[in-house]
């Protein structure tokens, strides 16, 4: 009724497994992964004014929680607004990132 294979070279039917293998995850990653990823991928700034007597330790520690590290938010308000040190000017508008 069936008809019998006999494996004539073990190399050969080794490389035909791993290839239908890497045929079948890759199809299998391509058909399951998702597509459109829903979400707000820009990041949201808030405007600030500068007082006097402002610096950038007081700005960031009130929009930073517990879980952030104050020195890296710190960092990325001054790369957002070019800050090249504390030079903050009261009047000033600088941006700072919301989460």
């Known amino acids: 009724?069936?008809?019998?294979?006999?494996?004539?070279?073990?190399?050969?039917?080794?490389?035909?497994?791993?290839?239908?293998?890497?045929?079948?995850?890759?199809?299998?990653?391509?058909?399951?992964?998702?597509?459109?990823?829903?979400?707000?991928?820009?990041?949201?700034?808030?405007?600030?004014?500068?007082?006097s007597g402002d610096t950038l330790w007081e700005i960031a520690s009130r929009y930073v929680d517990d879980n952030t590290d104050i020195r890296m938010f710190i960092y990325d308000i001054s790369k957002i607004n070019e800050l090249s040190g504390a030079e903050l000017i009261p009047g000033q508008e600088i941006l700072v990132p919301v989460f």
């Open 1 to 51: 009724m069936f008809k019998k294979y006999r494996v004539v070279s073990k190399t050969r039917f080794a490389l035909f497994i791993i290839i239908m293998l890497v045929l079948i995850m890759g199809f299998m990653s391509f058909v399951i992964k998702p597509a459109y990823v829903s979400g707000s991928t820009e990041p949201v700034y808030e405007t600030v004014m500068v007082r």
